[in-house]
């Protein structure tokens, strides 16, 4: 199964509102990353947080991390209809394992 | 653009058949990382390559195999195809050895078509 499950499976939300996914995993982490991808593209860094972070922001984006829960937040605030993607988590578990990525959140933003 | 390029963009061909991916990375970085995407199984590591030399290995199948020749760029084999292996292969590099997996840098991908 896969180590990082995003959730909710889609999100449809208003242009101007916040959005936000969660992420879940199962292991130990080094760090846990969230990208961005449109249909059919290849995927965008956003940002990454390592395992001694809790809190981290890059422009419009919060992402926070809970390795008690195994768990990870991002948050997009004042959300664009360019906004409109794929979302997926990574894990970095450390080793030869490379990144481990979830199925990802599909975020619609209506005008 | 994330200054990793991926040919050819498309990719169409019947079972059984051999097809060669390439990927260029981005200028200065060592890793290249080998991606298939699919509805089904989502996004799946296959394999990392760090200065020519396989760094890590996921779930690349052994029908499937790659390579990082001395300028750098990369090829990804897949041989006998099957219906199954229709997807999205995505190429990715960082300038990371892949110790620890920083970010990286994703190409706009292969779609391969197996009919």
């Known amino acids: 199964s896969q180590q990082g499950e995003e959730d909710p499976q889609a999100l449809s939300i208003q242009e101007g509102e916040n959005a936000t996914m969660n992420c879940s995993y199962k292991?130990?982490?080094?760090?846990l990353q969230w990208y961005r991808q449109n249909s059919g593209r290849g995927l965008v860094h956003l940002i990454l947080?390592?395992?001694?972070?809790r809190e981290k922001h890059s422009g419009r984006l919060r992402v926070t991390l809970d390795t008690s829960k195994k768990s990870s937040s991002l948050l997009i605030t004042a959300s664009r209809a360019a906004d409109t993607a794929s979302y997926f988590c990574?894990?970095?578990?450390?080793?030869?394992?490379?990144?481990?990525f979830g199925k990802g959140t599909h975020l619609i933003i209506q005008p | 653009d994330s200054g990793v390029t991926q040919t050819p963009k498309h990719l169409i061909t019947a079972t059984g058949q051999r097809v060669t991916l390439r990927c260029s990375p981005r200028?200065?970085?060592?890793?290249v990382y080998w991606y298939q995407q699919s509805l089904d199984q989502g996004l799946q590591f296959l394999i990392q390559?760090?200065?020519?030399?396989?760094?890590a290995k996921g779930n690349i199948l052994e029908r499937f195999s790659a390579q990082q020749f001395p300028d750098l760029h990369s090829e990804l084999n897949l041989s006998s195809l099957e219906l199954g292996d229709s997807a999205l292969y995505f190429c990715?590099?960082?300038?990371?050895?892949?110790?620890?997996?920083?970010?990286?840098?994703f190409g706009p991908g292969t779609r391969l078509t197996v009919l």
């Open positions: 390559y760090y200065n020519g030399e396989e760094r």
């Open positions: 990715a590099s960082s300038a990371t050895s892949g110790i620890s997996y920083n970010e990286q840098f």
């Open positions: 200028s200065g970085d060592l890793s």
């Open positions: 990574a894990t970095d578990v450390g080793g030869a394992d490379g990144l481990t």
């Open positions: 947080i390592r395992s001694n972070e």
């Open positions: 292991t130990s982490i080094n760090n």
